[in-house]
Structures are given as structure tokens and as C-alpha cells.
């Protein structure tokens, strides 16, 4: 930043008037400024030269004039404090009748200008002070309805960790807004710490109550979950015939509650803990039993390799006979490992349906009121196709094309019907 610039008063002196263009100093060495067509003393400099005492006042004018600049320069920049109308007002006072030599009038004048800028400025830095009081006071509002929506929040969505942060966030931009922000009036700023105290304490309150609930829940779960641990851990002893019990248990389990989450998580370690013995237990001796079925899967594998040809055979009394010889051997093998059992019965199965198929097929063919059914309707399908025949020639040698057609065509409806029944 440049230096103000003083206006420098002449130190040059007369020998003979001892005097500069704004000041005098007479023979006792009393010094005198010039104002317009008059002088006033303005102080006396007895033990130095006439040129000494003009200097020491002129430098009282440039200290002066040096308040003047600079107060200019900060008007003019806006950076002038809130009280620059009072540093205008004294400035003035104190140029009515200063101990100075220079420009006074010229000084008087510049002053003269500052105090319409100054007024101009304090009523700009007022408005600036308002909407900032403003600003700062929609701040702590906003932190205020953000506090109350944290606070009014359901206790059956609300996530305690979470809102306690955020209410400590707000309370610390409150402290913030409060120490580094403009001044706001009391009572606004009362009436809203109050709001926000209030939503603080409506949720600690809620919290403390929250946590009280759930230790009290936690306790009553955590005996009955133990009394439930206790009972599945004795069924060990019992091996796999205690794991219908232990499913009882789970019952139980699920009706009990949940306490919090690493509680919960721990007493349910312990309680698997419990019935992975049974299962365990219940694994290896599906192992082993599939290790003893393996050899009579084997052999079952074998027993479709012979049945499986059957398939082919149109003979039911041949294909019965084969099949249950093979059932026979079939049940007499045992049980197979249960992933194979789906498999192998149903191939089974497949040449079990053929052979009652052709059993059924034989059935329907040799049954008595089917064949004598039969027998009846062959006899009238027989004698009008014989009548039929008859027409046919009839219309031929008459030269009847229609009535041949249409004998024709019932003739060959009618055979359809005869060779359907077969043999």
C-alpha cells in the first residue's frame, strides 16, 4: 500500500519576515497561522530558531493532514470501522482551532467531504450489519428445525449413533455461528438456544430411556436364551435320537426374542454350538450307512442291467416272469445310499409300467364280454359289407355314379371298423 502523501508546508524562512505562506514566528518566537485574511497564535517555541518553531508546527498540520489521507483512503476502500462517523466528528473538532501551521482551510474542506461519505458508509455497513444479523439468525434457525426433526424422529426408525453426531454436529456450528458471527439481539437469540436445548434434551431423554429398555430386554432374553442353551447342550449324550428335541428347542429359541445384536449373536454361537454335536453325530453315521449301501447299489445297478432288456418283449408272461424274479432279488439287496435312490427306482419303475401294459393289453383282448362285444359287432360289420358290395355292383351295371360313390364310401368306413378289431 502507498504511503499518504502529506501536503509539506515550506520550512524555508526569511531572515528578515521569518515567515512561510501559512505562518509567522515573531522576535519572542511566537508562532502564528494563517486563516484567510486573519492570523491566531497558535503557540510559542522559545528555546529554538525561528525556522525550528515553524517546523514543529508544520509537522503538527502534516500529522493532521496525514489523519485526513488516511481516513480518505478507508472510506473510500469501504474498510472504515463502524465509527467513522465519530472519527469524522473529532477530526473536525479537532481542526476548529488546531496548534498547527498549513492549509487549514483546504484540510477543513477535505473533512467537509468526508463526513457525507461517512454517513453514506455507516448506513451501507448498518445494511451489511442487518443481513448479516439476519443471515446468522436464519443459521441458528435452521440448525434449530434440524435439531427438533432429529429429536421428533420415531423410536422405532431412529438410528441413536447417527442422530447423536448430527445434534453434536449442529451444537458445534452453534458454537461456531455464536463465537465468530455478528451479534444478534438477545431475545431472538435466547428464544432459539432455548428451542435447541429443548430438542437436545427431548432426544437424550428418549435415548437414555431407549438404552434402559433395551439392558432390561437384553436381560430377560439373555435368561431365557441360557436356560434354552443349557437344555440343548444336555442332549449331547443322546446322540442323533435327541435332534427331534433340539428342533422343539429351536421353537423356542424363536419365541423368545432377540436381544441386541452382539449379544444375540453370541448366546446363538453357543445354542449351534449345541446342536452341531447332534448333527455331527447324525453325519457320520450317514456316512457310514452310505459307505454299507454303496455295495448294494452295486448290486441294484446290476439288477437293471438285466431288467432293462424287458423292455423289448412283447410277451407279458415272458416279461412278468423275468421281472419278478428281478423284484424278488431286488428287495432282498436292500436299501442304496439316498442321493441314488431317486435314480435307480425309477428306471425300475419304467420296465415295471411296461410289463403291466402289455398285461393290460392281453386283458383287454381275452376278456369274455369284451371279445363276445367284439364278436357281435364283426358278424354286423361282415353283412353290410357284404350288403354294401352288393349296391356297389348294382349301381355299376345301372351306370348310377352317385349311388356307387356313396356305397363306396361307407364300404371303406366300414372295413376301417373291421380291421380295427382285429383278429
Keep these: 500500500m502507498s504511503q499518504p502523501h502529506y501536503r509539506q508546508v515550506s520550512s524555508t524562512v526569511s531572515e528578515t519576515s521569518k515567515e512561510t505562506p501559512w505562518g509567522r514566528v515573531d522576535e519572542d518566537r511566537t508562532v502564528y497561522v494563517r486563516e484567510g485574511d486573519s492570523e491566531r497564535a497558535v503557540g510559542s517555541f522559545p528555546d529554538g530558531t525561528a525556522e525550528e518553531a515553524l517546523a514543529y508546527f508544520a509537522r503538527k498540520y502534516a500529522d493532521l493532514e496525514g489523519q485526513v489521507t488516511l481516513l480518505e483512503a478507508r472510506i473510500a476502500r469501504g474498510t472504515a470501522e463502524g465509527s467513522v462517523a465519530e472519527t469524522v466528528a473529532k477530526l ?7 496548534a498547527a501551521v498549513g492549509d487549514l482551510a483546504s484540510l477543513r474542506a477535505r473533512v467537509e467531504k468526508l463526513g457525507g461519505k461517512a454517513a453514506e458508509l455507516s448506513e451501507k455497513q448498518q445494511a451489511e450489519r442487518e443481513a448479516a444479523r439476519q443471515e446468522a439468525l ?16 420415531p423410536e422405532t426408525s431412529i438410528r441413536w449413533k447417527d442422530t447423536s453426531m448430527a445434534l453434536e454436529k449442529l451444537f458445534t456450528e452453534w458454537q461456531t455461528i455464536q463465537r465468530s458471527g455478528p451479534q444478534v439481539p438477545k431475545s431472538q437469540a435466547d428464544a432459539l438456544w432455548k428451542r435447541f436445548r429443548s430438542a437436545r434434551q427431548s432426544f437424550d431423554t428418549a435415548r437414555r430411556t431407549h438404552f434402559a429398555q433395551m439392558d432390561a430386554n437384553n436381560k430377560d432374553v439373555k435368561q431365557r436364551k441360557e436356560k434354552i442353551i443349557a437344555a440343548a447342550e444336555a442332549l449331547a449324550s443322546k446322540g442323533t435320537d435327541a435332534i427331534p428335541a433340539y428342533r422343539s428347542l429351536l421353537d423356542e429359541w424363536k419365541a423368545a426374542g432377540r436381544a441386541s445384536r452382539k449379544l444375540d449373536d ?25 459307505e454299507e449301501y454303496a455295495a ?6 446290476a439288477l437293471l442291467e438285466e431288467a432293462e432288456p424287458i423292455l423289448k418283449i412283447s410277451d407279458q408272461v415272458a416279461a412278468r416272469k423275468q421281472l419278478t424274479d428281478i423284484q424278488i432279488r431286488w428287495d432282498e439287496v436292500g436299501r442304496v445310499p439316498r ?16 410289463v403291466k401294459g402289455l398285461e393290460e393289453e392281453h386283458w383287454q383282448k381275452t376278456n369274455p364280454e369284451t371279445k363276445a362285444r367284439s364278436e357281435g359287432l364283426r358278424g354286423q360289420l361282415e353283412t353290410s359289407i357284404a350288403d354294401l358290395t352288393a349296391e356297389i355292383e348294382a349301381a355299376k351295371t345301372k351306370g348310377d355314379k352317385k349311388a356307387q360313390s356313396d356305397a363306396e364310401a361307407k364300404l371303406q368306413t366300414q372295413q376301417s371298423w373291421l380291421a380295427a378289431l382285429g383278429d
Design 92 to 98: 473536525q473538532e479537532s481542526l476548529v482551532e488546531p
Design 138 to 153: 436464519a443459521q441458528r434457525e435452521a440448525i434449530v428445525v434440524e435439531a427438533e426433526r432429529l429429536a421428533a424422529q
Design 266 to 290: 453370541q448366546l446363538w454361537a453357543r445354542f449351534k454350538a449345541a446342536g452341531d454335536v447332534l448333527y455331527e453325530a447324525k453325519a457320520a453315521e450317514v456316512a457310514q450307512s452310505n
Design 296 to 301: 448294494n447299489l452295486t448290486a441294484k445297478q
Design 339 to 354: 442321493e441314488a435312490l431317486r435314480d435307480i427306482e425309477g428306471r425300475l419303475r419304467k420296465v415295471e409300467d411296461h
